[in-house]
């Protein structure tokens, strides 16, 4: 009997690991599966996310912009003066140096005086002399005792004794050669000890506040230009905005070999930034688009001749390809496709395509530039 029970307790010792082991295989498979749905799930999202673009945009807006004409100058001064001698001496010293600020009347060196402080002594002598003289001959010519004549001759010659000794005095005075105009002191040729004449040039004082640029513009554009017109300069040495400048002269004559004519720009230069001989570039306005919408120029992504620009809408960047208007080196006048407010990608846009995905990063908001220019003419 005991042997009949062993070979069936064995079986359904069997049978009872086989089910449980099953079920446990059952929930590893489950839970491997599961498992494997998750990494594929995360892997979508993962490459989902990876189709996705990052850009930065600014805002369309409304401004103004200009047409201009483009042209490049040197910048000179309007007031200028050489400093010269009025007479012959040696430099005895010198008060101002290069770059110096000088008011008009002041002192920029002094001669030696000596000579000249001898001749006033003796003019002065030479009048007091003819003075006293005329006193005496008055008196006598109040009594009659004098002619008419001798009197006239007597007061003739005492005006012409003064007027050497103011001679000699101004002579004196010149021994202090003084600045013409207010300014800096531009160049200094004078050095101490040497003699000078009046033909050689001591020094230069330039203003710097009342500068002009002297440019020459087609002929084709004479119509256009006028007294007082607007313009603005910029100077690629110095990073800072452009300077206010206006029409101030307009030759009426065209040169025929050029087929240009001479217009001279006035420049505003209150921090006197602009020194005279930098070189600038000068836009002279001609037109003006009021309150038009405008974008940055580095949104424009150039397809041979077209213009193209990527607006963010729902995520989804889309191509516009751009009718532009006025330009100058910020912004662009868009004059189709573009609503105020669209988010333009400004970074992120080389190379892609149209309906591609996108995740703005940053937005900059509003940036367009104030009107200092405009398309070149």
């Given at each position: 009997?005991?042997?009949k029970?062993i070979p069936?307790?064995?079986?359904?010792?069997v049978?009872?690991?086989t089910?449980?082991g099953?079920?446990a295989?059952?929930?590893?498979?489950?839970?491997?599966?599961?498992?494997?749905?998750?990494d594929?799930?995360?892997k979508?999202?993962?490459?989902?996310?990876?189709k996705?673009v990052?850009?930065?945009v600014v805002?369309a807006?409304?401004g103004?912009?200009?047409?201009?004409?483009?042209?490049?100058?040197?910048?000179e001064?309007?007031?200028?003066?050489d400093?010269?001698?009025?007479?012959?001496?040696?430099?005895?010293?010198?008060?101002?140096?290069?770059?110096d600020?000088v008011?008009?009347g002041?002192?920029?060196l002094?001669?030696?005086p000596?000579?000249?402080?001898?001749?006033?002594?003796?003019?002065?002598?030479?009048y007091r002399?003819q003075?006293a003289k005329?006193?005496?001959?008055?008196?006598?010519?109040?009594?009659k005792?004098?002619?008419d004549?001798e009197?006239?001759?007597?007061k003739?010659t005492?005006?012409?004794?003064?007027?050497?000794?103011?001679?000699?005095?101004?002579?004196?005075?010149?021994?202090?050669?003084?600045?013409?105009i207010?300014g800096?002191?531009?160049?200094r040729?004078a050095?101490i000890?040497?003699?000078?004449?009046?033909?050689?040039?001591?020094f230069s004082?330039v203003?710097?506040?009342?500068v002009?640029?002297?440019?020459?513009?087609p002929?084709?554009?004479?119509?256009?230009?006028?007294?007082?017109?607007?313009a603005?300069i910029?100077?690629?040495?110095?990073?800072?905005k452009?300077?206010?400048?206006?029409?101030k002269?307009?030759?009426?004559v065209?040169?025929?070999?050029?087929?240009?004519?001479?217009?001279t720009?006035?420049v505003?230069?209150?921090?006197?930034?602009?020194?005279?001989g930098?070189?600038?570039?000068a836009?002279?306005?001609?037109?003006t688009?009021k309150?038009?919408?405008?974008i940055?120029?580095?949104?424009?992504v150039?397809?041979?001749?077209y213009?193209?620009?990527?607006?963010?809408?729902?995520?989804v960047?889309?191509?516009?390809?751009?009718?532009?208007?006025?330009e100058?080196?910020?912004k662009?006048e868009a004059l189709?496709?573009?609503?105020?407010g669209?988010?333009?990608?400004i970074v992120?846009?080389?190379?892609?395509?149209?309906?591609t995905?996108v995740?703005?990063?940053f937005d900059?908001g509003?940036?367009?530039?104030s009107?200092?220019g405009?398309?070149?003419?």
């Amino acid at each position: 009997m005991k042997k009949k029970l062993i070979p069936f307790i064995a079986f359904i010792g069997v049978f009872i690991f086989t089910q449980c082991g099953g079920d446990a295989r059952g929930r590893i498979d489950k839970e491997d599966s599961s498992a494997t749905s998750r990494d594929s799930l995360e892997k979508g999202d993962r490459k989902e996310a990876e189709k996705t673009v990052p850009v930065e945009v600014v805002e369309a807006a409304r401004g103004d912009i200009s047409n201009y004409i483009l042209l490049s100058s040197n910048i000179e001064t309007e007031i200028m003066a050489d400093v010269y001698a009025r007479v012959q001496g040696i430099v005895e010293k010198i008060y101002k140096e290069e770059g110096d600020y000088v008011k008009k009347g002041e002192v920029l060196l002094s001669l030696e005086p000596e000579q000249y402080a001898l001749a006033e002594q003796a003019a002065a002598v030479e009048y007091r002399k003819q003075l006293a003289k005329y006193e005496r001959l008055k008196k006598m010519h109040e009594k009659k005792l004098l002619s008419d004549e001798e009197y006239d001759d007597a007061k003739y010659t005492l005006d012409a004794m003064r007027i050497k000794w103011d001679e000699a005095k101004l002579n004196l005075d010149f021994m202090k050669v003084r600045s013409p105009i207010n300014g800096r002191v531009g160049e200094r040729l004078a050095k101490i000890g040497k003699r000078i004449q009046p033909s050689d040039k001591l020094f230069s004082v330039v203003n710097n506040q009342e500068v002009i640029a002297v440019v020459y513009v087609p002929e084709k554009n004479i119509n256009q230009l006028k007294v007082g017109q607007q313009a603005y300069i910029f100077s690629e040495n110095i990073r800072s905005k452009p300077f206010p400048a206006w029409i101030k002269r307009i030759s009426p004559v065209v040169d025929p070999q050029s087929g240009t004519f001479k217009v001279t720009l006035g420049v505003k230069n209150e921090n006197q930034l602009l020194r005279p001989g930098m070189f600038v570039n000068a836009h002279i306005i001609t037109d003006t688009h009021k309150n038009v919408l405008l974008i940055p120029k580095a949104a424009v992504v150039y397809e041979n001749q077209y213009m193209n620009v990527y607006v963010v809408r729902d995520s989804v960047a889309h191509k516009i390809q751009l009718n532009a208007g006025y330009e100058d080196a910020d912004k662009i006048e868009a004059l189709n496709g573009i609503n105020e407010g669209d988010k333009i990608i400004i970074v992120g846009q080389a190379g892609m395509k149209d309906k591609t995905r996108v995740n703005i990063v940053f937005d900059r908001g509003v940036v367009i530039a104030s009107n200092t220019g405009g398309v070149k003419n």
